[in-house]
Nanobody
Framework: QVQLVESGGGLVQAGGSLRLSCAASGRIISINAMGWYRQFPGKQRELVAAITSGGSTNYADSVKGRFTISRDNAKNTVYLQMNSLKPEDTAVYYC???????????????WGQGTQVTVSS
């Protein structure tokens, strides 16, 4: 089994910054893509940013130029640096990771528990 533990959420004023972290632990052979999603009240979860094991990145248009995703493969950790935050960024943020846990099974996607980010105006 694999656990993803997020940290770094909180309350910040508009224009401020936060850095989210998500560490994977457990039975891990390798991790393919890792990503951050967010969910607004009453809405479906949406992709914020994703990063492959090779470092290729993908961002939602709404965060391009403000958020940066990165990962430390040695630590099985993915980060989301969020700058120039806006009130409309307020949401619960979730990380996920596509993990190969054994050499004989297909990779499985795991999710973190979510962390609240609140941006005040």
């Amino acid at each position: 089994q694999v656990q993803l533990v997020e940290s770094g959420g909180g309350l910040v004023q508009a224009g401020g910054s936060l850095r989210l972290s998500c560490a994977a632990s457990g039975r891990i052979i390798s991790i393919n893509a890792m990503g951050w999603y967010r969910q607004f009240p009453g809405k479906q979860r949406e992709l914020v940013a994703a990063i492959t094991s090779g470092g290729s990145t993908n961002y939602a248009d709404s965060v391009k130029g403000r958020f940066t995703i990165s990962r430390d493969n040695a630590k099985n950790t993915v980060y989301l640096q969020m700058n120039s935050l806006k009130p409309e960024d307020t949401a619960v943020y979730y990380c996920n990771a596509n993990v190969r846990g054994t050499y004989f099974s297909a990779p499985v996607t795991y999710w973190g528990q979510g962390t609240q980010v609140t941006v005040s105006s």
